[in-house]
């Protein structure tokens, strides 16, 4: 199936070394290496030198590999995108972007001739999510649409009894997550639930862990927060067991794959509807969804799972089922095959 395809350069920011959470560069290009080679770049944390550094992978895998693999986001990341894009073109290098950012519909409106030249002269375009699909098949780019993916097998269901107003957080501390909403809704429940407390769990990518300590202070939910720092997985699937409800603040997403887990592990989610997240879950069924920033409508969506079991769950073993669906093994898996073993589109 592979002949002459006999190496992939997957470029991204891998940078869980150095204290931030594994990227799909790592997760997804370990899988990879299931059934093609696959070089991943960059660990750089200087955003210069990883530009360097990736740059410098496509120029000197240039005669190795047939296909090169860019993880494509909407923040100042992007840039690497277009860059390593434009060096690939040159050198005569397919490529295909995978679309991580959950604002590139922006940069689609904001940098049109970027996004032509990046995405129009790209051999495909690979969406994680229904969301981003739509839009770039509406824009009238060449995307397939192939979900983020998990090992199923890791993740221990626990079946919520008995749900109290125990919320976990899992996600960067970073201002477009808006983790300051969580705390916000913490203080709302804490003024109706006694035993109202919030876990953080994720490093902090923006600098403003104090800032939301002092929101917690102000507040006077202090002595009702955590803030653990990254985690590796494994530490906060066990730390999950320990709460009832998981609570995505986001103002911009694509498919989270934290959320994913959660539902993998049992948890009730309680989300913000914005970006890819329609397309993942449906309010009601297997989560239940709020606008951006309503901190009263997401305290009245946490009530609602405590105060009816029944919701609770029915919610939690519809999210089992769903994020089942997103098993490695199973049809995941099997796409990426496909797309990388049709070399004749890329040659």
């Not at 992007?78 to 050198?91: G, N, P, Q």
């Not at 976990?168 to 035993?195: F, H, K, Q």
Request: with cysteine; net charge positive; proline share 5%.
């Amino acid at each position: 199936m592979y002949k002459g395809l006999s190496m992939i350069l997957y470029i991204g920011n891998k940078l869980s070394k150095h204290g931030n959470t594994p990227t799909s560069v790592e997760t997804l290009g370990k899988k990879l290496n299931e059934f093609i080679l696959t070089v991943t770049v960059s660990d750089r944390r200087n955003k210069i030198l990883r530009l360097f550094d990736m740059t410098s992978a496509v120029f000197r895998y240039r005669h190795k590999v047939r296909l090169i693999l860019i993880d494509t986001y909407s923040t100042s990341n992007f840039y690497y995108a277009v860059i390593c894009a434009w060096l690939a073109r040159r050198l005569g290098i397919p490529y295909i972007p995978i679309l991580r950012g959950g604002n590139l519909p922006q940069r689609l409106r904001e940098n049109p001739r970027l996004c032509q030249s990046l995405f129009a002269q790209a051999a495909v375009n690979v969406a994680p999510s229904g969301y981003l699909y739509e839009v770039f098949k509406d824009a009238g780019f060449d995307v397939q649409l192939i979900p983020n993916f998990l090992d199923i097998t890791q993740y221990p269901c626990k079946a919520r009894r008995n749900v109290r107003p125990r919320l976990l957080y899992v996600r960067a501390l970073g201002r477009i997550y808006n983790p300051a909403m969580a705390i916000e809704v913490l203080y709302r429940l804490s003024r109706r639930y006694d035993d109202a407390q919030l876990c953080m769990v994720g490093p902090d990518r923006d600098g403003i862990r104090d800032e939301l300590r002092s929101l917690s202070r102000r507040l006077g939910v202090a002595d009702r927060v955590q803030f653990k720092g990254k985690l590796e997985k494994k530490e906060w699937h066990t730390l999950s067991q320990a709460y009832d409800i998981f609570i995505n603040t986001t103002d911009i997403d694509n498919t989270p794959v934290s959320l994913i887990e959660a539902m993998a592990l049992g948890l009730p989610v309680v989300t913000t509807d914005v970006g890819g997240i329609p397309y993942l879950v449906e309010d009601g069924i297997d989560a239940l969804t709020v606008s951006p920033r309503n901190v009263e409508a997401m305290s009245k969506k946490i009530t609602d799972l405590i105060e009816n079991p029944q919701l609770c769950r029915r919610i939690a073993e519809n999210a089992r089922k769903k994020a089942e669906s997103f098993d490695w093994r199973g049809s995941i898996k099997k796409r990426w095959i496909d797309l990388l073993g049709k070399e004749s589109k890329y040659v």
